[in-house]
């Protein structure tokens, strides 16, 4: 039912939408999950025509993505590191029959960018330096981590082709590459929208 009212554009808050979780992962929502509010913004913001292919960079337990695919076309994969979460997001994705989304386990250095028209992040990284952060302990977590996933993925954006767009949430110490221009802010500044432009600048470097 939870797939078919957001299909409906029935509102549903978070706790309501939340109930698909286990109870441990309900605890974690409000540190750990995008809200449905700003995920179905987030989603209006990345879809620029029909059929688009997006990434969620560290999709968690599959919230953004499943809230996300309810509102359009465009096909949402979420990329997860650890395994158990996205074990549970296709598990989820069956009984809950939600659809345009798919979860894969892999490092983010191992995924193919040019796959996908636009990303969402939501600041997945941030656990790396900050304790209070902290999902659990089935990964490593150190400053070094950081700083190399950090760097990878502002170099995969500098790559990627006039008009594809990020979407970044509470994007804590990201820094957007100059080729990007921003579209809009929402939710305070905590939800922005940057698209790729046809900067000179990045040419240079």
């Known amino acids: 039912m939870i797939a078919e009212y957001l299909r409906l554009n029935i509102p549903l808050k978070d706790k309501e939408f939340d109930v698909i ?5 309900k605890k974690m929502s409000m540190r750990h999950f995008t809200e449905v509010e700003v995920a179905i913004k987030a989603a209006q913001l990345l879809v620029t025509r029909p059929k688009q292919r997006i990434l969620d960079i560290g999709s968690g337990a599959g919230k953004f993505c499943f809230v996300a695919g309810s509102y359009s076309d465009a096909f949402y994969t979420g990329v997860e590191f650890r395994k158990h979460l996205v074990d549970l997001c296709n598990k989820l994705k069956v009984k809950h029959r939600f659809q345009n989304v798919n979860f894969i386990h892999a490092d983010i250095m191992d995924i193919d960018f040019t796959q996908f028209s636009s990303f969402y992040f939501f600041n997945s990284f941030q656990e790396q330096i900050d304790v209070t952060a902290k999902l659990d302990d089935t990964i ?11 760097d990878y993925l502002i170099k995969q954006f500098e790559k990627l082709p006039q008009g594809t767009r990020l979407v970044i949430y509470h994007g804590y110490n990201f820094q957007i590459p100059n080729s990007y221009r921003l579209v809009s802010s929402h939710f305070k500044g905590l939800l922005r929208c940057w698209e790729q432009t046809d900067n000179p600048i990045i040419k240079l470097l």
């Open 21 to 25: 979780y286990p109870a441990e992962l």
């Open 140 to 150: 490593e977590l150190n400053e070094d981590n950081f700083k190399k996933y950090t």
